[in-house]
């Protein structure tokens, strides 16, 4: 049975993930509510579109180390010793926190930076595998959309960790990420679209580029 330290820690990293930094910083530093423009979406990506890179780096610094390693490093036997199985828990928490923040009504972000946080704490090797791809497809790929890239990073993780050798609580992570991912994706921050409808057109536009209309510049101007 989960000791009460390890129910409480997966608890405590689903609300520090639930800090929605990059509202907090558009509302308070950049004058914007990231819930009314442009992708509409609460994290990194739209607080770089609407608010410029300074702002939308420090949220993902934020994202990352805050609200992605720490909970799990508190977990480690660094801290706590609660062990790898309670350690990819909370960083699961974390990531659904974020995603899914209760400080939002379950509004939230895609949960990217939070996951590479986490994984940073439990596999430095998986840290630099996991955003490898997006980050080779911008610099050489003509296609630059890493929506698309960033489902591709997320599908290939069990790959990953199966080269990599990493233990098997490290594969259910990645399991459980993909299922977090591809969930968000599908909801969004609401089930139906702008015109109150659910088609297979926009289920596919938010499965594979991660909104609900496939031209992103349109998609990023609203």
Do not use: C
């Not at 609460?42 to 702002?55: C, D, E, P, T």
Request: hydrophobic share 55%; glycine share 10%.
């Amino acid at each position: 049975m989960p000791s009460i330290d390890a129910a409480a820690a997966v608890v405590i990293a689903y609300l520090i993930g639930s800090i929605p930094t990059a509202y907090l910083v558009g509302k308070y530093i950049g004058d914007a509510d990231l819930t009314e423009v442009g992708s509409k979406n609460i994290g990194a990506s739209n607080a770089y579109s609407q608010l410029g890179s300074r702002w939308a780096g420090f949220v993902v610094i934020i994202d990352v180390f805050i609200k992605g390693s720490i909970p799990v490093f508190i977990a480690s036997d660094t801290v706590l010793g609660l062990g790898l199985g309670i350690q990819v828990a909370v960083g699961i928490a974390s990531v659904i926190g974020h995603d899914w923040s209760v400080f939002l009504k379950f509004r939230g972000g895609r949960g990217i930076a939070t996951t590479e946080g986490a994984i940073i704490v439990l596999s430095l090797p998986l840290a630099f595998a996991y955003p490898a791809l997006p980050a080779l497809a911008v610099l050489v790929s003509p296609w630059k959309d890493s929506a698309v890239w960033w489902l591709i990073a997320t599908l290939a993780v069990p790959v990953w960790v199966l080269l990599l050798g990493l233990p098997n609580e490290i594969i259910w992570f990645s399991i459980a990420l993909i299922i977090v991912t591809l969930l968000k994706r599908m909801t969004s921050n609401s089930l139906r679209g702008a015109d109150g409808t659910i088609s297979a057109t926009l289920l596919w536009n938010r499965l594979v580029f991660d909104r609900d209309i496939k031209n992103r510049s349109e998609w990023v101007g609203q």
